[in-house]
């Protein structure tokens, strides 16, 4: 078994709010976040996948597909995007950097071929990232 | 479903590898420049790693605020611009990056409720790092 890990970035905005919590509550767990304005940030996203290496090809997996499939699933879809108005999945879910990861994962695992999905890291800052495993 | 949030922290502080269990020479041997009965020092960066539940109201693991403020508080505060060799952390330890990510760890482990903690990772340069997720540590 081989890891193979292809990296990517994107620049979006968002910002915390939940409807279901007084505007009180908003301010007081999400803080400077909840600015329905937005902010933004530079995002990079390491996809890993792991497989056994073609015997023919020597490859995991091809990465100009992987790199396809970024582009088409991820960054087509989130950079220079306001990330709660523009992604539907983040329609009734809080773009938090875990709930990105997440949908990221829900994003690519059905796409992948030959090589499984392994881990999907999120950095929102260099100081902050988010794995996610595929776990339940 | 279950997610792993990583937090990275600086703090700088001074040390001396110095085992009282030594003899001098066997000190001198063993830490090197280490052993400089003066002290140097170090910009350490600290890795922090929680996991847990997504929460469906915050989409949260845990609560930043709640993770940086108790670092914040524990361990940068307390680590920051000082001599390691003076706490009480490592009055009976040598204060390598090995005891102190082990310490670091037992720190949060008892003290921080909001997340499972997963792993501490600590650097101590850029060019070396080290990391305990917990398990037994021989006293």
């Known amino acids: 078994m081989v890891y193979l890990t292809r990296k990517a970035e994107f620049a979006a905005s968002h910002y915390y709010h939940n409807p279901d919590f007084s505007p009180e509550e908003n301010r007081r767990i999400f803080g400077k976040c909840n600015n329905p304005n937005g902010h933004g940030h530079n995002y990079t996203l390491e996809v890993t996948v792991k497989g056994e290496v073609d ?28 990330l709660n108005k523009e992604v539907p999945e983040f329609a009734n879910r809080i773009p938090t950097t875990e709930n990105l990861a997440i949908v990221i994962w829900q994003r690519l695992a059905p796409k992948m071929k030959a090589a499984q999905l392994h881990r999907v890291r999120v950095y929102e800052t260099p100081d902050l990232f988010v794995d996610f495993y595929g776990e339940a | 479903m279950k997610a792993h949030l990583t937090r990275r922290y600086r703090f700088s502080a001074s040390h001396r590898l110095h085992s009282e269990e030594m003899s001098a020479e066997e000190n001198a041997s063993t830490y090197g420049k280490c052993n400089n009965p003066y002290g140097h020092g170090h910009n350490y960066a600290l890795e922090v790693t929680v996991s847990g ?42 204060p390598t990056t090995e005891n102190l990510c082990t310490a670091i760890y037992d720190i949060l482990r008892r003290g921080f409720t909001h997340a499972h903690l997963e792993k501490v990772r600590m650097e101590e340069t850029m060019m ?5 997720a917990g398990g037994e540590i021989r006293e």
Not at chain 2, 128 to 132: A, G, K, P, T
Request: aromatic share 10%; with cysteine.
């Open chain 2, 53 to 94: 539940p997504v929460d469906e109201a915050t989409g949260m693991v845990c609560n930043l605020t709640d993770l940086d403020g108790f670092v914040q508080r524990e361990i940068v505060e307390r680590f920051d611009i000082q001599n390691l060799n003076m706490l009480p952390e490592f009055a009976r330890t040598v």
């Open chain 1, 55 to 82: 015997p023919r090809s020597g490859f995991v997996v091809d990465l100009k597909q992987l790199k396809d499939i970024l582009h088409r699933e991820v960054l087509d879809a989130m950079d220079h995007r306001f």
């Open chain 2, 128 to 132: 070396n790092s080290f990391e305990f």
